[in-house]
């Protein structure tokens, strides 16, 4: 079992709609959640950053982590064609001695039709 | 405020040829790491460097290297490219314990 699984799509929506893009986690450990947004030849753009359960909105964008069920959502509303990318999630455990590295989903690929 | 910064943005190299790629991480910023992306894995944690020393290492073999500067800036070596070392490498950088990492866009290296 792979530790962030996250479904590749595609996933195609019209203008307008919402989306749900979600992760499930296996590893306890992990405590810190992230949302990066990825163009083609474009580096990861950080979306969204959290470390509690719960929701958390920002603008159009949605987090939400639920640590007992290991599981991680985004909500997109509004959803527009600029919004078509890979979205990544990442999380991690808390710095242990200063050293940090994210664990990534394989990203889900969003196409928002005009 | 400028971002991480990677040069060069595209390689064209030869199977046992070496390369080095170079990272800038934003101002201020002492923390920076590696990962690869490929299609097939997705985004692999390569290492990080913090104050000149490495701090953690993934799961890559040991032809896979790097250094950081004293400004933070940091290079990485690939030796003996393989075919299979084809990816995108990204460099990312943060700015403190609790802090996101972002990342710059990337250096395409394809073997040949």
């Known amino acids: 079992q792979k530790e962030v699984e996250q479904d590749p799509g595609p996933l195609s929506v019209p203008e307008g709609a919402i989306v749900s893009l979600n992760c499930t986690y296996s590893n306890s450990a992990f405590q810190y959640f992230m949302w990066y947004r990825q163009y083609s030849r474009k580096g990861p753009e950080l979306l969204m950053y959290?470390?509690?359960?719960g929701n958390k909105e920002d603008g159009r964008f949605t987090a939400q982590v639920d640590k007992s069920s290991k599981y991680i959502s985004l909500f997109i509303r509004d959803s527009q064609p600029s919004d078509s990318a890979t979205y990544l999630c990442a999380m991690s455990s808390p710095p242990g001695a200063g050293s940090y590295q994210l664990t990534f989903g394989k990203g889900t690929k969003l196409s928002v039709i005009p | 405020k400028a971002g991480v910064t990677q040069t060069p943005r595209y390689l064209i190299k030869t199977r046992g040829q070496q390369v080095t790629l170079s990272c800038s991480p934003i101002?201020?910023?002492?923390?920076v790491s590696w990962y690869q992306q490929t299609p097939g894995q997705g985004l692999q944690f390569l290492f990080e460097y913090f104050s000149e020393t490495q701090r953690n290492k993934g799961n890559f073999p040991g032809r896979f290297s790097g250094r950081q500067f004293s400004n933070s800036r940091s290079e990485m070596n690939v030796s003996t490219l393989e075919l299979g070392d084809s990816a995108l490498y990204l460099c990312?950088?943060?700015?403190?314990?609790?802090?996101?990492?972002?990342f710059g866009n990337g250096t395409r290296l394809t073997v040949t």
């Open positions: 959290t470390y509690s359960s």
């Open positions: 990312a950088s943060r700015g403190g314990d609790n802090s996101p990492l972002h």
């Open positions: 101002s201020g910023h002492r923390s």
